[in-house]
């Protein structure tokens, strides 16, 4: 297997058609706190890999048997899974259920904590510019993905989201909001990447579930 991207929370190897992702115990923050909206390394919790795989595993099964495809293929052990290797569009799909963290800040004064939105985002998938919002007109004019592919992005994400939701309510949960991403591969789009705590955020009676408890939700 070749080694081909080293990340915050996982690395990633070639093998094949395939990609092997090897997920870290890397905890993500901002300014020494944990936030999984966070895109800087705070520190290690052991387990904290493992964790995510099994709630990537769950939640990318869950949205197959709702007729989202994904990447996933199969846990290889506690901490390694197989995908199948699409081509990645360097673009984040956030969905928000509420007004919280980033939003939040940006929109100061304009928005109260935990607003209803249900509103799709689009950021650009670049840590050298934080991972700024972009415009969808300005997506098809850098030729990331076409206007076809944008709406496509959105009505998934939108599906995702009626998936999720319905999951967490009926656990007594209250989502908040999450991020996806999207690859190509053989003219379809997929999910890719993974979906997990580090990539959602759930409350419960107004507190954010941790990594712990919210694998104890799916286990």
Do not use: C
């Not at 939640?59 to 990447?71: D, K, Y």
């Amino acid at each position: 297997m070749r080694l081909v991207y080293r990340g915050k929370t996982k690395d990633v190897y070639e093998d094949g058609p395939y990609l092997i992702f090897y997920f870290k115990d890397s905890l993500l923050g901002e300014n020494g706190r944990e936030d999984t909206g966070g895109n800087s390394v705070i520190g290690v919790r052991t387990g904290k890999g493992s964790a995510v795989l099994r709630q990537t595993e769950f939640f990318f099964n869950l949205l197959g048997r709702n007729g989202v495809r994904t990447h996933f293929v199969e846990r290889i052990d506690d901490r390694r899974a197989r995908f199948l290797k699409a081509e990645r569009i360097p673009l984040e799909v956030v969905y928000r259920f509420k007004a919280y963290g980033s939003f939040l800040r940006r929109y100061r004064g304009w928005v109260e904590p935990l607003r209803e939105l249900r509103m799709v985002e689009f950021t650009l998938k670049d840590d050298s510019l934080g991972d700024p919002l972009i415009t969808e007109e300005a997506v098809s004019r850098l030729g990331i993905a076409s206007e076809e592919e944008l709406e496509r992005m959105k009505e998934t994400t939108r599906l995702v989201a009626g998936i999720l939701r319905e999951f967490f309510l009926e656990k007594g949960l209250d989502p908040v909001d999450f991020k996806l991403e999207f690859g190509r591969l053989n003219g379809e789009l997929l999910v890719i990447d993974e979906l997990s705590g580090d990539t959602m955020r759930v409350m419960k009676e107004g507190r954010l579930l941790t990594q712990e408890e919210l694998l104890g939700v799916v286990e």
